[in-house]
């Protein structure tokens, strides 16, 4: 697997840190380019909410590229201090706040903003990403009215399913990456 990397915006090139161990699946560098061009420059003045941060991969690519504010959710202290180390590094540090937090007791709680997109790559086969789209469905007040939720799963996780207030837009498959859009139902 080639080293983690920022691959445009402020701080393109910069190399990332992984976090120890085999607890996260970093996005690769393919996938990731995929995505911030399907975003395109939406993500210029946006706020961003990794739900599941592991390195902040996603999270940080969403800053470099003009993101105005990235909020970081993981409930391991090592991914939590991979996070930091890795906006430090990259210089977006004070456009950021990373929380050592359970995600979806962080999704239940009462919204302190709105974001427009948040990112969801949980640990893979445990069925997770459908539980957070779940409680952030239940708690639409984190999603600004063009919202998006990008899910990022292995294709043989997928189920369709449908919620009340989120609806499937588009999806892209990426060799064994599968990334899901949603945004909020036209009421």
């Known amino acids: 697997m080639s080293s983690l990397r920022v691959i445009s915006g402020t701080a393109r090139g910069r190399k990332l840190r992984t976090v120890p161990g085999d607890s996260t699946r970093p996005i690769t560098d393919r996938t990731k380019e995929s995505l911030f061009n399907i975003i395109g420059g939406d993500i210029v003045g946006a706020s961003f909410l990794d739900v599941f941060g592991g390195t902040g991969s996603v999270g940080i690519e969403a ?10 959710l993981d409930l391991q202290q090592q991914a939590v201090r991979t996070i930091r180390a890795n906006l430090e590094h990259t210089g977006l540090l004070e456009h950021a706040e990373v929380l050592r937090i ?5 999704l239940g709680m009462v919204p302190d903003r709105q974001f427009e997109y948040l990112y969801i790559a949980p640990p893979q086969y445990q069925t ?20 998006w939720v990008i899910v990022q799963i292995h294709p043989k996780e997928y189920e369709a399913t449908t919620f009340e207030h ?6 892209r498959q990426y060799g064994s ?11």
């Open 166 to 171: 989120l609806e499937l837009f588009d999806r």
């Open 63 to 72: 800053l470099s590229r003009g993101a105005a504010f990235a909020r970081f």
């Open 128 to 147: 997770l990403w459908l539980r957070a789209l779940g409680v952030i469905d239940s708690q639409p007040g984190w999603l600004s009215p063009d919202a």
């Open 177 to 187: 990456t599968l990334l899901l859009f949603f945004q909020v139902k036209e009421s």
């Open 102 to 106: 359970d995600s979806f007791k962080y």
